[in-house]
Structures are given as structure tokens and as C-alpha cells.
């Protein structure tokens, strides 16, 4: 049985009230609220998923071509206790069958944040339970613990020491992990987070928002593309992508130019009939530029190709090379751009040993991911103070 909560009010420097031990296989409760998914889910003995409620903001956030921490914050107030409802539905003992209750505290919205957090830490002080924060990158490296489906036996654990490559909306990380919460960090980016990159090239080329997935989409069906850059940074395991995102601007403003001397050209030749020659046609390192307004279809799906087979190539190449160079046994593949096939596939091609990833479903944010973590850290001893504030830069460690 779970005692009850102390009477007095927590201070800022309160241990946290003494708890019975867990029961073996304890069900923990987690929310994510670190950006534009407002999450909630049950994940048992740290792997089992009992319930994955996740509530999308991306129709709020579409209109505005990003995410606004304002509309983000009050998303999450009016989303979290249904998404709460949701998830507690799946257990048949309801709140008596949570042993623990878990919130992301960073990196991420401070706003968006708070609201997760403060509800988590409300709960877990009501019912008398463990509270477990969680740093929201670790959870996505754990969503690889998570056993997709309840219902099939489960899967072997990833094993240590394993190359973590964690690549999403708002961090790109190579991360060498050498035991449960363990982590070395190799290498980041120095500019832009690859999703970030994605979002940014698919506005430019007119594909919307989250771009990722529109890249991916238009890219599937180019065979070949004109290279684009690749930023090596030599002798490091950093990454940067913002040379590579003005690289594709250029291009595009290049060829909106010169849709504009065309037309322009067209409408004086009709008034004066001069005959000016027409621009050379475009060279095999220019992809085409035929259609009008605003990028031609084809051009837009060669640039995408381009732009993905590069931030591919540094990613797979990196990645493998830290696996090898630190003798890891597994390559564990998390984050919201982990969801990208290309990046998936060719991955598997490229390393000599086991790639996992998540799901898709996994990938992109939830809050079964930030259980798994909270598990492993609870499991280590790693309870915070119930004066846990929000972190937005929180590193990994
Ligand atoms: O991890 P996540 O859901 O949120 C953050 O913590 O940032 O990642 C969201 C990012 C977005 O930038 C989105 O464009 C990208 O993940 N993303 C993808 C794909 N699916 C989502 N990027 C490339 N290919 C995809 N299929
Ligand atoms: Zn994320």
C-alpha cells in the first residue's frame, strides 16, 4: 500500500517524503511537455507500453510556419487533463495502479515545460508516489527500450557500450553511452539542429510545416540529384547544417531570378518583338527550372533529394566512424528526425554492426519515452528534489 502524502506543504528544500519501496514491475506515470506535443503514458517494469496518449498542437503551430512558445503553453494546459484521462483509462485500478509519476524538465519551452512539470510534481506529491524528472533527450534515447508492441515477447535490451546519434527539431547530439545513464557527449551541432535544417530548406522550397516529413515525401521518388555541399568539420564528430540550408536558399533565389528576367523578357519581346537569346538551359549541377510560379514541382523534389542525401551522408558517416572509433556494440538512432527512412536505411547499410531505432510513432515526441528514462534513472538512485525547476538548455548528462 502507498502511504499518504505528509500534511505539511513541500518547501523549496524538502527531502522528498518518504516512500515505501516500488512493487516489482511498478507502473510509471509520464508526461512530455517540452514542446508541441502535449503527452501523457503508463510504461511498465520501464519497457512495456500500457498506454501512449500523445495531442498534436502542429494545426495551431501550422498558420505560423513554426512553433510559438506562447500558443505551445496554453496548448498544454487545455490538452493535459484529457490526454491524463486518456491514458488512465487503460488501467484497470486507475491512480491506485501508478506507482510513480515522471515529467521532462528540459531542454525545451519554459513555458511549455512548466506545465508538465508542475502538474507531475502536483500528483506525485498528492498520491503519495515517487516524482522522477527526466531530461527530454534521454528519453528519446530510451524510446529504444520500449517494447513496441504489449502484447509480443520482449525484445533484448540494447547493450553497452552503444553510439547514440540524437537528431531532432531542436538538438543533433553524438553521444557515447557506456552503461544506463552514462553518457559522454562526442559530438553537436554548431549551428542548426537537423530537424530544424529540415523545417527551415522545406519553407524555402514551399513544402510547409513540420518539414521533415514533406521532404522525405517529395524526395522518395527523385533517383538522382545534383550533389549539394557536405560540411565534414574534419577531426570532430560536430555537425553543421546552416551552410548547407543557405547553400539551397541561393540556389532558390537563383532560379526565382531568373523566372523573373524570363518573364520579364517575355513581356518586353511581346511589346518590342526583340529577340534577346533566352539563358542557357540549365546544367546537370543546376537542376531544372522549367515550371512558373512559384518553384517547379520537379526542381523543388531534386532540391529536397539533394539536401536530405547530404545531411545523410555527414550523419551515417560520423556516426559510424564514433561507433567504430569507441568500440560500440550497437548504434541506438532517437529523436524526431530518427523517423527519416533515408537516414534509417541507409544507417543499416553503412555500419557493421546492429542499428536500432524506435518506431515511428516513438520517434517523434512521447511521453512512453520519458517513462523508459525514468525508470533507468529511479532504478539508479536518481530522484530529484521536489524543487526541480525547469531547465530549457539542460544538457545531456
Ligand atoms: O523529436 P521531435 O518530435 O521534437 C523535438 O524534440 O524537436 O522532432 C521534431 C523534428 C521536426 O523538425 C521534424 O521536421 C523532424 O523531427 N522530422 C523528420 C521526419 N519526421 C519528423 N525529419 C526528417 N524526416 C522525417 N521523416
Ligand atoms: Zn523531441
Not at 485500478?93 to 508538465?116: E, N
Not at 551541432?189 to 513540420?210: H, M, N, Q, S, W
Not at 521518388?221 to 555541399?229: F, G, I, K, T
Not at 546552416?242 to 536558399?249: I, P, Q
Request: hydrophobic residues 45%.
Amino acid at each position: 500500500m502507498l502511504t499518504a502524502p505528509p500534511p505539511q506543504t513541500p518547501s523549496a528544500t524538502a527531502p522528498p517524503p518518504e516512500q515505501p519501496p516500488l512493487p516489482a514491475g511498478y507502473t510509471i506515470l509520464a508526461l512530455e511537455t517540452s514542446c508541441d506535443e502535449t503527452a501523457a503514458a503508463l510504461v511498465r517494469d520501464g519497457r512495456v507500453i500500457v498506454a501512449n496518449v500523445v495531442a498534436s498542437q502542429m494545426d495551431a503551430h501550422r498558420r505560423y510556419g513554426g512553433i510559438v512558445p506562447e500558443v505551445a503553453s496554453r496548448q498544454h494546459i487545455l490538452s493535459l487533463t484529457p490526454v491524463l484521462e486518456e491514458a488512465l483509462a487503460a488501467l484497470p485500478g486507475g491512480w491506485d495502479d501508478v506507482h510513480a509519476v515522471a515529467a521532462t524538465y528540459g531542454p525545451g519551452l519554459s513555458g511549455a515545460l512548466l506545465t508538465g512539470l508542475n502538474a507531475a510534481k502536483a500528483m506525485a506529491w498528492q498520491r503519495g508516489v515517487p516524482f522522477i524528472g527526466v531530461n527530454h533527450l534521454e528519453g528519446h534515447i530510451y524510446a529504444n527500450w520500449l517494447n513496441p508492441s504489449a502484447d509480443q515477447p520482449l525484445l533484448p535490451a540494447p547493450q553497452f557500450p552503444a553510439v547514440a546519434l540524437v537528431v531532432s527539431g531542436g538538438h543533433t547530439l553524438l553521444v557515447l553511452m557506456r552503461g544506463h545513464g552514462e553518457y559522454q557527449l562526442l559530438g553537436q551541432t554548431r549551428d542548426d539542429a537537423v530537424g530544424e535544417a529540415f523545417d527551415k530548406v522545406a519553407r524555402i522550397l514551399g513544402l510547409g510545416y513540420p518539414g521533415g516529413p514533406a521532404i522525405q515525401q517529395i524526395a522518395a521518388d527523385v533517383q538522382q540529384s545534383a550533389p549539394l555541399p557536405r560540411a565534414w568539420l574534419r577531426d570532430t564528430y560536430d555537425f553543421s547544417f546552416s551552410g548547407l540550408k543557405t547553400a539551397v536558399l541561393h540556389k532558390v533565389q537563383e532560379v526565382q531570378k531568373q523566372h523573373q528576367r524570363i518573364d520579364s523578357r517575355s513581356r518586353r519581346g511581346r511589346r518590342t518583338a526583340a529577340s534577346e537569346p533566352l539563358p542557357l538551359p540549365p546544367t546537370e549541377a543546376e537542376p531544372p527550372a522549367t515550371a512558373p510560379e512559384p518553384l517547379a514541382a520537379q526542381y523543388v523534389a531534386q532540391m529536397a533529394h539533394a539536401f536530405q542525401e547530404s545531411v545523410v551522408d555527414v550523419l551515417v558517416a560520423k556516426t559510424v566512424d564514433a561507433a567504430q572509433h569507441f568500440g560500440a556494440v550497437e548504434i541506438l538512432l532517437a529523436g524526431g528526425v530518427a523517423a527519416n527512412t533515408r537516414l534509417r536505411s541507409e544507417l543499416e547499410r553503412r555500419a557493421q554492426l546492429p542499428v536500432r531505432f524506435p518506431p515511428i510513432w516513438l520517434c517523434t515526441d512521447n511521453a512512453a519515452m520519458i517513462a523508459a528514462a525514468a525508470y533507468y534513472r529511479f532504478d539508479a538512485g536518481r530522484q530529484p528534489d521536489w524543487s526541480l525547476d525547469v531547465r530549457p538548455n539542460l544538457p545531456l548528462r
